[in-house]
C-alpha cells in the first residue's frame, strides 16, 4: 500500500520569465548577469599596457583579441551553445553536470568540482578588483588619495548586508546596470568618432599579427582573458532570467562593451607612447566635469557585479550541498524571493577572504595578477563537461572533436598565459581553489568510504519482532511516533545500526515507526514524496525526492506529510495514552539522529584514514544533521551506533 504526491509546478512568474522573452526579465538579466564581464572594461585594457609600451600594432592587437575572445568564447560558446545545455532552466558547472551525472562515465563529478572549486576561488577576488578599480578612480582627482580603508568599508558593508537579503535593493539592479552600460557605449563613440581607424581592429587579422609577430604578445593574453571572466556567471546565472531574456539582453551588453573597448583603442591610438603605468585608462576617457558622476556609476556597477557574485557563489555552494560535494553548512532565506538564499559561514569566509586580499595587494593593478587563472580551469572544466552533453546529443563525432578542439585551444592558451601571472599573485588563486577542491574531494571520499561500511540489512527479516516489541507493555514506550533517517534505497532494505539503536541498545518501543529517506533527484525544484505502508499503523516509510536547489527542511515537510496522511486517515497520531486519548492530544514524535562510529580505524588502509579525518573535521565545522533538517532541540536525539567494519583480528589470550 502506497501514496504517492507529485511535484508542485514552477511558480508563475518563473515559468512566465522563462516561456518568452519580457522587457522586465531582460532588465533583470542586466541587473543579475553581467556585472562581471559589465565591469571588466575598468581593468582589462589597462592590463595590458601597465608596462608594454602603447604601440599601433599592440593597441589594435589587443582590441582585436577581445573582440573575438567576447564573440568566440563568451557568445557562441556560453551564449549560443551552453545556455542550451540547462537543467530544466538552470545552469552552470553543477546543473550540467547534474544532468549528465547518469552517464556510464567513472568520476565525471571530478571536472565538476574541479570548476566550481575554481569558481568559488574567482568570487573572493572579483569584487576586491572590481571596486579597487572604480574607487581608484578618485586619484585623478586627488593622486595620494589611500583607497585601501574605502574599498575595504564598501566590501565589508556589502557582505554584513547579505543577511537581509537583496529583494528591495536588488529592483535597483537593472536600472543602474543600464545606465552603466549605456555610460560605457557613449563614452565609447565619443572617442570612436575621433579615431575611427580603431574599427581595423574587427579584424582578427590584427590579432594573430600581434601574438605571431609582437616580441612577448602570447603573454598579454593573461590580461585580454580577463574581458571574458564573468562567461561562466552568465551561464551559472541562466535560472534566475531564461535563457531568451539572456539573448536580448546580451546582444545589448556586447555592443555597449564593443564601442568601450573601441574607445579605450581609439584614445590609445592618439596617445602612442610609453606605457601608461598607474594611470586608469578607463577613467582618462571620462571629460573631467562628469568624473564624479561616472566614478559614482562605476562604484554601483562594481558593487552589484559583486553582489550578484556573493549570491552566485550562495548557489553554487547549496548545489553543491545538494550532490553531496560540500559539508552539511547552515543555509537561510531572508527573504521570499525564488532562488535567494543566505550561507552565514560561506558568506563570511568570503568577506575574510575578500578583505584580505584588499589588504595584501592593495592596487588593483597587483590584483589583477591574481585574477583569471582560477576561472580559466573552470572555463577547461565546462568544456569537458560540453563534450560529453553533445554526445549525449548525439552529435556528429566530427562537430564535436572540432568544437571541443578549438576552445581546448583557446581556453589553454589563456591558461599558459595566465600560468605566467603565477609567481605575481596568480598563486594565491590556486591556493584558494586547492584549499577548496581539497574540501569537496575530502567530503566526496570520506562520504564513499563511509557508504561502502555501511550495512543494510533485510527489512522483512524484523518486521516480525518490531510489530511484538511496539506491542510489549512490559517494555516502556520510548514515543509515540519514532522517527529515522535511513540511507537504504530500498524499500525493502534498512542500515543496520537503525536496527541495532531499536533493538540492540535500549529497546525503543513505539506505536508507529517512520523510515524517512531523501533522494536528491537532477531536476532543481522537484518536490515530491511516495509513502509505503510497510505494517500498516505501525510502521511507514516516506520517500523524498527533492531537486538540488531545493532546501530539505526534513521537520517541516514530514509534519506536512503525516498532516496530508491523518486527512486521509492512513495514521492515526491521536495520543495512545488513556488519559490524553480522549482528549484528542497528538501523540508525540521523537527523531533519532544516527551518529555512525568508526571504532577501528586503524584496520582501514592509510588513505581510507586520511579521508575519514578530513571528513570528520569537516562536519564538526560545518552544520550538524540536525541543523541541516531543521529538527528542533525537543524532537530529536543523537544516538552512536558502530558502522561495519573489516573483521577485527582474534586476539589470542592466555588464561592464569
Not at 574540501?439 to 543494510?456: D, K, Y
Request: aromatic letters at 10%.
Amino acid at each position: 500500500m502506497s501514496a504517492t504526491a507529485e511535484a508542485s509546478p514552477p511558480s508563475p512568474s518563473h515559468a512566465h520569465l522563462h516561456a518568452r522573452i519580457t522587457a522586465a526579465g531582460s532588465l533583470i538579466a542586466l541587473g543579475i548577469v553581467y556585472g562581471d564581464i559589465g565591469t571588466s572594461p575598468l581593468y582589462t585594457v589597462r592590463g595590458v599596457f601597465v608596462t608594454q609600451p602603447v604601440t599601433e600594432a599592440v593597441v589594435l592587437g589587443t582590441i582585436s583579441c577581445i573582440i573575438w575572445t567576447l564573440t568566440l568564447l563568451t557568445t557562441v560558446k556560453y551564449v549560443f551553445i551552453a545556455l542550451r545545455a540547462d537543467n530544466h532552466g538552470e545552469g552552470g558547472i553543477l546543473a550540467l553536470y547534474a544532468r549528465l551525472r547518469r552517464l556510464p562515465v567513472r568520476r565525471l563529478y571530478l571536472p565538476a568540482i574541479i570548476g566550481a572549486a575554481a569558481l568559488l576561488a574567482d568570487g573572493i577576488i572579483t569584487p576586491p578588483i572590481s571596486v579597487a578599480s572604480a574607487i581608484e578612480g578618485l586619484r585623478i582627482l586627488k593622486p595620494d588619495l589611500n583607497t585601501v580603508p574605502i574599498v575595504v568599508v564598501i566590501i565589508v558593508a556589502l557582505f554584513a548586508f547579505q543577511q537581509f537579503g537583496t529583494q528591495v535593493i536588488g529592483k535597483l539592479f537593472g536600472p543602474v546596470m543600464l545606465l552603466f552600460f549605456s555610460m560605457l557605449a557613449v563614452l565609447g563613440v565619443l572617442h570612436l568618432v575621433q579615431e575611427p581607424s580603431i574599427l581595423r581592429a574587427l579584424s582578427p587579422h590584427y590579432a594573430l599579427a600581434m601574438l605571431t609577430q609582437v616580441p612577448g604578445a602570447f603573454w598579454l593574453l593573461g590580461s585580454i582573458f580577463l574581458c571574458s571572466t564573468g562567461a561562466e556567471a552568465l551561464y551559472a546565472d541562466m535560472g534566475h532570467v531564461g535563457r531568451k531574456n539572456i539573448y536580448v539582453s546580451w546582444a545589448f551588453v556586447k555592443i555597449c562593451l564593443l564601442l568601450n573597448y573601441l574607445g579605450q583603442g581609439a584614445w590609445l591610438l592618439q596617445h602612442l607612447g610609453p606605457p601608461l603605468g598607474e594611470q586608469n585608462l578607463f577613467f582618462l576617457l571620462v571629460p573631467k566635469w562628469a568624473l564624479l558622476p561616472a566614478i559614482g556609476l562605476c562604484t554601483l556597477a562594481t558593487i552589484i557585479a559583486s553582489q550578484a557574485l556573493i549570491s552566485g557563489s550562495f548557489t553554487l555552494v547549496i548545489e553543491a550541498l545538494r550532490l553531496r560535494f560540500w559539508p552539511k553548512v547552515k543555509v537561510q532565506y531572508p527573504t521570499e524571493l525564488r532562488g535567494q538564499a543566505y550561507v552565514p559561514s560561506l558568506n563570511w569566509l568570503l568577506c575574510a577572504g575578500c578583505v584580505g586580499v584588499v589588504l595584501y595587494f592593495r592596487e588593483s593593478g597587483r590584483m589583477e595578477a591574481a585574477f583569471g587563472l582560477a576561472v580559466t580551469v573552470t572555463m577547461l572544466m565546462t568544456t569537458a563537461l560540453l563534450a560529453y552533453y553533445l554526445r549525449l546529443r548525439r552529435a556528429k563525432p566530427v562537430w564535436i572533436v572540432l568544437l571541443i578542439g578549438l576552445y581546448l585551444v583557446i581556453e589553454g592558451s589563456f591558461l599558459i598565459a595566465n600560468l605566467a601571472k603565477f609567481t605575481h599573485g596568480g598563486w594565491l588563486s590556486v591556493l584558494l581553489a586547492g584549499v577548496l577542491l581539497l574540501v569537496m574531494l575530502s567530503w566526496v571520499a570520506g562520504q564513499r568510504i563511509r557508504n561502502e561500511l555501511t550495512e543494510f540489512v533485510d527489512l522483512a527479516e524484523w518486521l516480525p519482532l518490531l510489530q511484538q516489541l511496539s506491542n510489549d507493555a512490559s517494555v516502556p514506550k520510548y514515543a509515540t511516533h519514532l522517527v529515522y533517517l535511513t540511507k537504504a534505497e530500498a524499500a525493502g532494505q534498512v542500515e543496520n545500526g537503525v536496527v541495532h539503536s531499536i533493538f540492540r541498545k535500549r529497546p525503543k518501543r513505539a506505536d508507529v515507526y517512520y523510515l524517512v529517506h531523501v533522494t536528491t533527484t537532477d531536476e532543481p525544484y522537484t518536490r515530491r514524496y511516495h509513502v509505503t505502508h510497510v505494517l500498516p499503523n505501525e510502521l511507514v516509510r516516506i520517500d523524498f525526492y527533492l531537486g538540488f536547489r531545493v532546501d530539505h527542511a526534513l521537520n517541516y515537510m514530514f509534519r506536512q506529510v503525516v498532516a496530508d496522511l491523518v486527512k486521509n486517515h492512513e495514521v492515526d497520531i491521536t495520543s495512545r495514552y488513556e488519559s490524553l486519548r480522549g482528549q484528542e492530544v497528538s501523540g508525540d514524535f521523537q527523531f533519532v539522529v544516527l551518529n555512525k562510529t568508526l571504532p577501528y580505524q586503524y584496520l582501514l588502509r592509510g588513505w581510507q584514514r586520511t579521508a575519514l579525518r578530513l571528513h570528520g573535521w569537516l562536519k564538526w565545522l560545518g552544520a550538524s544533521e540536525t541543523e541541516s533538517f531543521g529538527l528542533d532541540n525537543s524532537t530529536y536525539v543523537v544516538e552512536n551506533v558502530p558502522l561495519q567494519m573489516p573483521p577485527r583480528p582474534e586476539l589470542h589470550l592466555t588464561r592464569d
